[in-house]
């Protein structure tokens, strides 16, 4: 039923009320009147501004259920629910209570009604008759249809994400902080810098949101009075606009840039603003200046606001900053619940604004990413938290001490296990005693460093043992390394002993001492007693200048991580623990400390399983294994292959690299009762330093916390630079009982990333500066956030781009190169670009490569180009070198066949990339090892090809594994293809027919 009304439409403004859910919202304010005026004096004033603003009198009222209402204006002397002035006596005059509904008035508004109110009162009222809101409405619609679609694109590029999916509580919380006695500084600094006092406001905002976690957005809704001509300033109705304006900014730049960048952004929006569609999402988080209203003084009476509560401008926060004489008055209102927002509470979320305004007034030339943000006495509180393990640390026992302390008091535990021998604690004890005693008549003295060749075996660990009972430091050695790799890590490390080289068929320099396990045997020489500050490892990671750097670790550090992750997991003593990392590498070293420490069992599965999925899933199923150590895209290869049996009893300990929400759901979705935690640290601090056990991952990040510090360790940001909350980053530095001794040879490198720490209370206390930068969540959990500098982590190892780069510009032919992590995940691999000479072509350089790097830092792709094109500051084009590589020009053989073309499916699935080129190897498409694992699984199940992995490694190519094929492989796909070439009336007789006849 439609109602005939008189009246008359509404305006944009109050359409997007509407559209937003927001004409219900109300305007509050208290109007003081200060001096002795009179009842009848104040009510007749308060007609007079009735009769003259027809706002102050309008209502609104719907033709018809479900339509936007008409402004229909009523008589001065008839009642009206959108407005409401109540006034009441104080002790020193009148209090007046204005309530007005969003479509009636705005901040702005305010400003006229206390000045026409003043005059009034004092009996002069106004000489000229102000523009009336339903005739400006009209103005406004015009401007809307001039500029709409014109300007439609601006607000396009500003679109704010979709609502969080949060549950949010009803109501506004609300918090007012007064910043006394800062307007005058602050005015002073506004001028100076420029850009304005309302722009510095803004730029404190934004950084403070930039502290909390909030859909990840850089949009603020910034509310505008749009009132650009002087016939509309004496207008009271609602004129504001409220327009998202991007907030993105160089953290290092200082306060001065970014507000004359804010303030350009806001006068490019409000030549936009009648552009901004009425049905505009609202942003996140919002902004309000609201403009001073001085108060009025008509003789001996004062008349001024003394609360201001306006209309909401964003979806879940937002600040309204207003200057009252020489102060600011800033509120801060969260739409709901906070906690349920992700959000602090809004006096935490307004003493952070008062840091920073407090920040930019003492030096506005400092970079915004130093402006303290959160007030110390917080920043002190999440860094207990960060930290709040480490006050039950006690200073432990060595591990080898553990191990003989073992033999002594249960000398038949079992120690150590794999597929094929055992070997109890006491076996351990006496068996390494040997190896110890033979290295000391060979003439091992204190911190000799002994380079072991062995994979991880019950022989690996009685040398490992044996070298630290002889007083000697281990080094792990990968026989996979190129030999001139292998001879650099010896140099560099100062090694005189080798065991195990002649079983790996390396030969000896005349100057080392070699020895084989079964040299081991009896000797009266005593070991000398091991002291905890004594080299116990040295392990070798990337460096970005191609020279490999010597990380040194001594025995206290060992046993303090042992000890920490022992606390944490608290294994039983028939736990058994495995890893399937190389020894070269620290990732496997948990497993081992954490069962040497407690007295429990080492699992150790044959180096094949790292790549052989089912021998992977058959070894940790016949072992009994409770406990695994290995990264998130080694074991998503072996559950895509292998299945359920591939996982452990009871924990996994994931780490390396980026552990994925996603990822744990799926673990969580084929084992929910598994204990999963996420472990992090540098070799430089002990294998780890930082770990979240993973309780849930709704809701949260899509990366998992790296959590919080082991009890051995101190987890702190970098003292120079802001506290990473929210989504603001920060260089982690690691303290704390795990930090190494530094780099062997490398005095300065040492001092620039082994720095003092300055939280320790010991003198002399170093952190280690990571170069990992982290985030830390409201709850003090790290975040990993990337890094400060090019080094990536490919399949778990730890790269610098630059080494390879290094490498590359070594050889002859090669006259510049650059290195890019390429893919995310476990299809993350390097990539290079070379500028070479004529005659040199990519398979002969990386075969060079192989002969210096390690097999993680070989580029999958070397692409030959004429020049590597640079961006203005002279650093390479990543977007340029990748569409270099889209677009290179060679020769293909595209896929053909059944049996080439289906196997081109399995490599394009695994890869998520066309294969164009028959010939060209999976390694060089993107593809590595464990990507191998997969594909084997996928040609074994979906093909029926029974191949291996040495085969697989063999013939990577479509076309020569297609060669491989059982002919009975190839019938069967033929068989498919004539079917799915039949129409599809005649496929369910052709399945039948063979059911009963056979192919």
Same mark, same amino acid.
């Given at each position: 039923?439609?109602?005939?009304?008189?009246?008359?439409?509404?305006?944009?403004?109050?359409?997007?009320?509407?559209?937003?859910?927001?004409?219900?919202?109300?305007?509050?304010?208290?109007?003081?009147?200060?001096?002795?005026?009179?009842?009848?004096?104040?009510?007749?004033?308060?007609?007079?501004?009735?009769?003259?603003?027809?706002?102050?009198?309008?209502?609104?009222?719907?033709?018809?259920?479900?339509?936007?209402?008409?402004?229909?204006?009523?008589?001065?002397?008839?009642?009206?629910?959108?407005?409401?002035?109540?006034?009441?006596?104080?002790?020193?005059?009148?209090?007046?209570?204005?309530?007005?509904?969003?479509?009636?008035?705005?901040?702005?508004?305010?400003?006229?009604?206390?000045?026409?109110?003043?005059?009034?009162?004092?009996?002069?009222?106004?000489?000229?008759?102000?523009?009336?809101?339903?005739?400006?409405?009209?103005?406004?619609?015009?401007?809307?249809?001039?500029?709409?679609?014109?300007?439609?694109?601006?607000?396009?590029?500003?679109?704010?994400?979709?609502?969080?999916?949060?549950?949010?509580?009803?109501?506004?919380?609300?918090?007012?902080?007064?910043?006394?006695?800062?307007?005058?500084?602050?005015?002073?600094?506004?001028?100076?810098?420029?850009?304005?006092?309302?722009?510095?406001?803004?730029?404190?905002?934004?950084?403070?949101?930039?502290?909390?976690?909030?859909?990840?957005?850089?949009?603020?809704?910034?509310?505008?009075?749009?009132?650009?001509?002087?016939?509309?300033?004496?207008?009271?109705?609602?004129?504001?606009?409220?327009?998202?304006?991007?907030?993105?900014?160089?953290?290092?730049?200082?306060?001065?840039?970014?507000?004359?960048?804010?303030?350009?952004?806001?006068?490019?929006?409000?030549?936009?603003?009648?552009?901004?569609?009425?049905?505009?999402?609202?942003?996140?988080?919002?902004?309000?200046?609201?403009?001073?209203?001085?108060?009025?003084?008509?003789?001996?009476?004062?008349?001024?606001?003394?609360?201001?509560?306006?209309?909401?401008?964003?979806?879940?926060?937002?600040?309204?900053?207003?200057?009252?004489?020489?102060?600011?008055?800033?509120?801060?209102?969260?739409?709901?619940?906070?906690?349920?927002?992700?959000?602090?509470?809004?006096?935490?979320?307004?003493?952070?604004?008062?840091?920073?305004?407090?920040?930019?007034?003492?030096?506005?030339?400092?970079?915004?990413?130093?402006?303290?943000?959160?007030?110390?006495?917080?920043?002190?509180?999440?860094?207990?938290?960060?930290?709040?393990?480490?006050?039950?640390?006690?200073?432990?026992?060595?591990?080898?001490?553990?191990?003989?302390?073992?033999?002594?008091?249960?000398?038949?535990?079992?120690?150590?296990?794999?597929?094929?021998?055992?070997?109890?604690?006491?076996?351990?004890?006496?068996?390494?005693?040997?190896?110890?005693?033979?290295?000391?008549?060979?003439?091992?003295?204190?911190?000799?460093?002994?380079?072991?060749?062995?994979?991880?075996?019950?022989?690996?660990?009685?040398?490992?043992?044996?070298?630290?009972?002889?007083?000697?430091?281990?080094?792990?050695?990968?026989?996979?390394?190129?030999?001139?790799?292998?001879?650099?890590?010896?140099?560099?490390?100062?090694?005189?002993?080798?065991?195990?080289?002649?079983?790996?068929?390396?030969?000896?320099?005349?100057?080392?001492?070699?020895?084989?396990?079964?040299?081991?045997?009896?000797?009266?020489?005593?070991?000398?007693?091991?002291?905890?500050?004594?080299?116990?490892?040295?392990?070798?990671?990337?460096?970005?200048?191609?020279?490999?750097?010597?990380?040194?670790?001594?025995?206290?550090?060992?046993?303090?991580?042992?000890?920490?992750?022992?606390?944490?997991?608290?294994?039983?003593?028939?736990?058994?623990?495995?890893?399937?990392?190389?020894?070269?590498?620290?990732?496997?070293?948990?497993?081992?400390?954490?069962?040497?420490?407690?007295?429990?069992?080492?699992?150790?599965?044959?180096?094949?399983?790292?790549?052989?999925?089912?021998?992977?899933?058959?070894?940790?199923?016949?072992?009994?294994?409770?406990?695994?150590?290995?990264?998130?895209?080694?074991?998503?290869?072996?559950?895509?292959?292998?299945?359920?049996?591939?996982?452990?009893?009871?924990?996994?300990?994931?780490?390396?690299?980026?552990?994925?929400?996603?990822?744990?759901?799926?673990?969580?979705?084929?084992?929910?009762?598994?204990?999963?935690?996420?472990?992090?640290?540098?070799?430089?601090?002990?294998?780890?330093?930082?770990?979240?056990?993973?309780?849930?991952?709704?809701?949260?990040?899509?990366?998992?916390?790296?959590?919080?510090?082991?009890?051995?360790?101190?987890?702190?940001?970098?003292?120079?630079?802001?506290?990473?909350?929210?989504?603001?980053?920060?260089?982690?530095?690691?303290?704390?009982?795990?930090?190494?001794?530094?780099?062997?040879?490398?005095?300065?490198?040492?001092?620039?990333?082994?720095?003092?720490?300055?939280? +320790? /209370?010991?003198?002399? =206390?170093?952190?280690?500066?990571? *170069? %990992?930068?982290? $985030?830390?969540?409201?709850? &003090?959990? @790290? !975040?990993?956030?990337?890094?400060?500098?090019?080094?990536?982590?490919?399949?778990?190892?730890?790269?610098?781009?630059?080494?390879?780069?290094?490498?590359?510009?070594?050889? +002859? /032919?090669?006259?510049? =190169?650059?290195?890019?992590?390429? *893919? %995310?995940?476990? $299809?993350?691999?390097?990539? &290079?670009? @070379? !500028?070479?000479?004529?005659?040199?072509?990519?398979?002969?350089?990386?075969?060079?490569?192989?002969?210096?790097?390690?097999?993680?830092?070989?580029?999958?792709?070397?692409?030959?180009?004429?020049?590597?094109?640079?961006?203005?500051?002279?650093?390479?084009?990543?977007?340029?070198?990748?569409?270099?590589?889209?677009?290179?020009?060679?020769?293909?053989?595209?896929?053909?066949?059944?049996?080439?073309?289906?196997?081109?499916?399995?490599?394009?699935?695994?890869?998520?990339?066309?294969?164009?080129?028959?010939?060209?190897?999976?390694?060089?498409?993107?593809?590595?090892?464990?990507?191998?694992?997969?594909?084997?699984?996928?040609?074994?199940?979906?093909?029926?090809?029974?191949?291996?992995?040495?085969?697989?490694?063999?013939?990577?190519?479509?076309?020569?594994?297609?060669?491989?094929?059982?002919?009975?492989?190839?019938?069967?796909?033929?068989?498919?293809?004539?079917?799915?070439?039949?129409?599809?009336?005649?496929?369910?007789?052709?399945?039948?027919?063979?059911?009963?006849?056979?192919?």
């Amino acid at each position: 039923m439609t109602e005939d009304i008189e009246g008359f439409r509404l305006s944009p403004q109050q359409r997007r009320l509407f559209a937003l859910g927001q004409e219900n919202d109300r305007i509050t304010a208290t109007l003081r009147v200060r001096g002795n005026v009179d009842e009848t004096v104040l009510q007749s004033a308060l007609h007079h501004l009735r009769e003259r603003h027809e706002s102050l009198r309008t209502d609104y009222v719907s033709p018809e259920i479900g339509s936007l209402p008409l402004q229909v204006i009523r008589r001065t002397e008839d009642p009206v629910t959108a407005v409401d002035f109540s006034p009441r006596q104080s002790t020193d005059g009148w209090l007046i209570q204005i309530s007005a509904a969003a479509l009636s008035l705005d901040s702005a508004s305010l400003g006229v009604i206390l000045s026409d109110l003043a005059a009034f009162c004092d009996g002069a009222p106004p000489r000229t008759d102000p523009l009336q809101y339903a005739d400006a409405s009209q103005w406004f619609r015009d401007q809307v249809q001039d500029r709409e679609l014109a300007s439609r694109y601006f607000w396009d590029e500003r679109t704010p994400p979709r609502p969080s999916e949060k549950p949010s509580g009803k109501g506004l919380v609300r918090a007012t902080v007064l910043a006394k006695g800062r307007a005058r500084a602050f005015r002073a600094i506004s001028g100076r810098i420029g850009g304005g006092e309302k722009a510095v406001a803004l730029l404190c905002w934004t950084r403070v949101l930039a502290s909390v976690e909030l859909n990840g957005t850089d949009l603020v809704d910034v509310c505008f009075d749009a009132r650009p001509f002087p016939e509309l300033r004496e207008l009271v109705g609602p004129t504001e606009i409220i327009a998202p304006l991007r907030t993105t900014y160089d953290a290092d730049a200082h306060a001065a840039e970014i507000a004359q960048r804010l303030d350009a952004e806001m006068a490019d929006a409000e030549e936009h603003l009648f552009a901004l569609p009425v049905d505009f999402p609202l942003a996140p988080a919002g902004f309000r200046w609201q403009p001073e209203f001085p108060a009025e003084q008509q003789g001996d009476t004062a008349f001024f606001y003394e609360n201001l509560c306006p209309v909401g401008v964003a979806r879940d926060v937002s600040i309204s900053v207003r200057r009252e004489r020489d102060d600011y008055i800033i509120t801060v209102a969260v739409a709901g619940d906070p906690e349920k927002l992700g959000l602090p509470a809004p006096d935490d979320l307004a003493n952070r604004f008062m840091t920073l305004l407090d920040g930019v007034i003492a030096d506005p030339e400092t970079p915004v990413s130093r402006l303290a943000i959160l007030p110390k006495a917080e920043e002190a509180r999440i860094l207990r938290q960060l930290n709040q393990r480490r006050d039950r640390f006690q200073t432990p026992p060595l591990i080898l001490d553990r191990v003989f302390a073992h033999a002594a008091e249960q000398g038949d535990r079992i120690a150590a296990v794999s597929l094929d021998e055992t070997i109890t604690y006491r076996a351990l004890a006496e068996r390494s005693e040997q190896a110890a005693a033979r290295l000391l008549e060979a003439g091992l003295s204190r911190e000799d460093v002994v380079a072991i060749f062995s994979d991880y075996s019950i022989d690996w660990l009685v040398a490992v043992l044996g070298v630290w009972r002889a007083g000697g430091a281990c080094l792990a050695i990968d026989s996979a390394l190129p030999k001139t790799r292998i001879d650099m890590h010896l140099k560099i490390a100062h090694a005189r002993f080798t065991i195990g080289g002649r079983q790996k068929g390396w030969d000896d320099p005349e100057d080392l001492w070699q020895m084989e396990p079964e040299d081991i045997r009896e000797s009266p020489l005593k070991p000398p007693a091991l002291r905890p500050a004594q080299l116990a490892f040295v392990t070798f990671t990337s460096g970005t200048t191609g020279r490999p750097k010597a990380v040194a670790t001594e025995h206290r550090h060992l046993a303090a991580y042992a000890a920490a992750l022992t606390d944490l997991l608290a294994p039983a003593e028939d736990t058994r623990l495995a890893m399937v990392a190389t020894p070269s590498v620290d990732l496997g070293m948990t497993a081992w400390l954490i069962a040497l420490f407690r007295g429990c069992t080492i699992a150790f599965p044959p180096p094949a399983a790292r790549l052989d999925a089912a021998l992977f899933a058959d070894t940790i199923d016949r072992l009994a294994v409770d406990v695994l150590k290995i990264t998130p895209t080694h074991l998503s290869m072996i559950l895509d292959a292998a299945g359920p049996r591939a996982l452990p009893r009871r924990s996994i300990l994931f780490g390396g690299e980026e552990l994925s929400a996603d990822f744990v759901e799926e673990v969580r979705a084929i084992s929910p009762g598994l204990d999963l935690y996420n472990h992090y640290g540098p070799t430089e601090t002990t294998v780890g330093a930082l770990v979240h056990r993973i309780e849930t991952t709704a809701g949260g990040p899509a990366a998992v916390p790296i959590g919080r510090a082991i009890a051995a360790a101190t987890a702190m940001p970098n003292p120079g630079g802001t506290f990473p909350s929210g989504r603001l980053a920060s260089e982690l530095w690691i303290g704390g009982d795990g930090v190494a001794r530094g780099y062997l040879g490398e005095a300065a490198l040492t001092a620039d990333r082994f720095r003092p720490d300055p939280h +320790a /209370s010991l003198p002399g =206390a170093r952190a280690y500066v990571t *170069g %990992d930068l982290v $985030r830390l969540t409201a709850d &003090a959990n @790290a !975040v990993y956030a990337g890094r400060v500098d090019d080094q990536v982590k490919i399949l778990g190892n730890r790269m610098e781009l630059g080494e390879v780069t290094a490498a590359l510009t070594a050889l +002859a /032919s090669v006259r510049q =190169a650059v290195t890019l992590a390429v *893919g %995310d995940g476990m $299809r993350r691999h390097l990539e &290079a670009w @070379a !500028v070479v000479s004529e005659e040199a072509g990519a398979d002969a350089i990386l075969l060079a490569l192989r002969e210096v790097l390690p097999s993680a830092a070989i580029p999958s792709r070397l692409h030959i180009v004429k020049s590597i094109p640079l961006l203005a500051s002279g650093k390479p084009d990543r977007a340029a070198l990748l569409r270099l590589a889209e677009t290179e020009a060679c020769e293909k053989r595209p896929p053909h066949g059944v049996v080439e073309t289906a196997i081109a499916a399995i490599f394009e699935g695994i890869l998520d990339t066309r294969v164009e080129d028959a010939t060209a190897s999976f390694f060089e498409m993107g593809g590595h090892s464990l990507l191998a694992t997969l594909a084997i699984a996928r040609l074994r199940e979906g093909l029926g090809m029974a191949i291996d992995v040495e085969a697989f490694f063999t013939a990577p190519t479509v076309a020569d594994l297609a060669k491989l094929a059982d002919p009975r492989v190839l019938e069967r796909l033929r068989i498919v293809e004539r079917i799915a070439a039949l129409p599809e009336e005649d496929i369910e007789l052709e399945l039948a027919k063979r059911q009963t006849n056979g192919p």
